[in-house]
Structure formats: C-alpha cells, structure tokens
C-alpha cells in the first residue's frame, strides 16, 4: 500500500506476534461474536478467527476489503462491510448480534470519536478491547486528581470501566509510528451514569481551563455567581478543579446550576 493511501486512512500494520497476543486477550466466552474495526491487512483478524468465533469487519479501504475478502474466502464465519465506521450502523448491527465484542487496532486520527460512538451503547455489547495511541488509552483509563483525567475521561467512566492492558512500542509496526501504543479494556458499567446529552456540553465546559477553578472555567456559559451556588450547593470547596470530581460529582454540580 502506498504511502498517501496509509497516510489517508492513518493505517499502521501491526506484526503477527503482538496481534496473536493481543488477539489472546479478548475475553470471549461460547456464544459470543466480534465485530471488528478497521481489520486492514487482517493481522488482528488472523488469530481472532482461529478462536473460532464469528466475526464481522468493517473497513473503510477498499483494497484492503478485496485483500480480505480473498484472504479469509475458506472462512464461513467471516464476514466484512466496506464502510467507514463512524457511519456503521452499529445499533442496528446489535439488535442481531447482542452478545458481541468490539475490538480493532484503531486509526490514531479517529479513534477518540470510535470511542465517543460506542459508549452510549456499550451497555448493549460484552465490552471494547483494542488499541489506541497510548496517551489517548491514559486518558481513558484516568482516575480524578490525576493528569491524564479530563473531559474524555469522564465521557468513557460515565459508561465503562477501563484499564491498559498492554503498552506496545512504535517497532511492532509498519509504517513505525512516532509513538508508542496501547491496548484498553472498555466493560460496560452495570449502571452507566443517567446524564441529559447537555450534561457533556458542561464537561467539556468544566475542563476548558485545566487546571484552573471550575468556578472561573464555568463562569463564561453559566455565571459565575450561579456556579459558586452550586459548589455550595453541592458541599465543594470554592476551590475545587474539574480534575478533582468523579462524574457523579460533576453531574450533581451539573443539575444544581441548571435548577438556577
């Protein structure tokens, strides 16, 4: 594949050795199905399939849809949709495959707006477990007072309980990426948090200023005097930044300013 057409796709190939690991760590169970994200030349795909469990692709690359198809033709378990996945449609897809993983090594360019659209419906799947840029799986995986917790990091805690599984350096990979990798397990929460689609409208907001006081990062959409009732409200300090809240504590800040 050329060099434009990976750029354009922001394909990087992984070796066999780190995708049979990684492949080994997808937990499945009998009954189960995978749905995989951008399968490229089908390195993750390989020993996923010898697992024996069915398996859809979607792919966006059309030479990489016709390597596939020839490639895994002995397969009857193996399907593949030429598709990009932000327009996949994933629910539909669910209602005929409910018990099912989603896995993939995602392209660095989009897989934070891949994780935005499988959180809400995450509850409906067994879970996520792929690979990701290694300083975006840290903030999906942050904690609250630490420095990789933000805004991302509250929208996949709202709905999942994630931790790294591997940390994978640039040299598994061709073309070599200039940083290192990671893989995350994403396990849908039991009881995702109950938030109005606003409610992340006032996150982001929240975290504008990292670093700064929420009162001051809030101030500009909310007033200022409104969200010092609500941390008061609440029982927060004035002092208090958006890193130092769970998600349950800033949707309680959230509801407060919006009964002003």
Same mark, same amino acid.
């Not at 378990?77 to 030429?82: A, E, P, T």
């Given at each position: 594949m050329?060099?434009?057409?990976r750029?354009?796709?922001g394909?990087?190939?992984?070796? *066999?050795?780190t995708?049979d690991l990684?492949a +080994?760590d /997808?937990?499945?169970s009998?009954?189960?199905?995978?749905l995989?994200?951008? @399968?490229?030349?089908? &390195?993750?795909t #390989?020993?996923?399939l010898s697992?024996?469990?069915? /398996?859809?692709?979607v792919?966006?690359?059309e #030479?990489?849809?016709a390597?596939?198809?020839e490639?895994?033709?002995?397969?009857p378990?193996? +399907?593949?949709?030429?598709q990009?996945f932000l327009q996949f449609p994933l629910?539909?897809?669910?209602?005929?495959?409910?018990?099912?993983?989603?896995?993939?090594?995602?392209?660095?360019?989009?897989s934070?707006?891949?994780v935005?659209?499988?959180?809400?419906?995450l509850?409906r799947?067994?879970g996520f477990?792929?690979m990701? =840029?290694?300083e975006?799986?840290?903030?999906?995986c942050?904690e609250?007072h630490?420095?990789?917790?933000g805004s991302?990091?509250?929208?996949?805690?709202?709905h999942?309980?994630?931790r790294?599984?591997?940390?994978?350096?640039?040299?598994h990979f061709?073309?070599? @990426?200039?940083?290192?990798? &990671?893989t995350?397990l994403l /396990?849908p929460?039991e009881? @995702?948090?109950?938030?109005? @689609?606003?409610?992340?409208t006032?996150? =982001? &907001?929240?975290f +504008?200023?990292k670093?700064?006081l929420?009162?001051n990062s809030?101030?500009?959409?909310?007033?200022?005097?409104?969200?010092?009732a609500a941390?008061?409200?609440?029982?927060?300090s004035?002092?208090t930044? &958006?890193?130092e809240? +769970?998600?349950q504590e800033?949707?309680?800040l959230y509801t407060?300013? *919006?009964?002003?």
């Open positions: 050329d060099r434009e057409r750029r354009r796709f394909q990087n190939f992984l070796d *066999k050795q995708a990684i +080994s /997808l937990p499945l009998d009954g189960e199905s995978i995989e994200i951008g @399968p490229g030349h089908g &390195a993750l #390989e020993p996923l697992r024996g469990f069915p /398996l859809t692709a792919e966006i690359d #030479e990489c849809v390597f596939l198809k490639k895994f033709t002995d397969k378990d193996f +399907s593949i949709v030429n990009n629910e539909a897809w669910l209602e005929k495959n409910p018990k099912s993983w989603l896995t993939g090594n995602l392209p660095y360019n989009i934070t707006g891949i935005s659209k499988i959180m809400p419906i509850k799947t067994k477990m792929g990701v =840029q290694y975006v799986a840290k903030r999906f942050a609250p630490s420095s990789d917790y991302l990091s509250v929208w996949v805690k709202a999942a309980e994630g790294i599984l591997r940390k994978i350096g640039p040299e061709t073309p070599r @990426p200039n940083v290192d990798s &990671a995350v /396990l929460l009881h @995702p948090l109950e938030a109005p @689609p606003d409610f992340f006032f996150v =982001q &907001a929240a +504008s200023k670093r700064k929420i009162v809030l101030s500009n959409s909310y007033g200022k005097s409104e969200a010092f941390l008061e409200k609440c029982g927060f004035m002092s930044r &958006a890193e809240l +769970s998600p800033l949707l309680n407060n300013i *919006k009964k002003k």
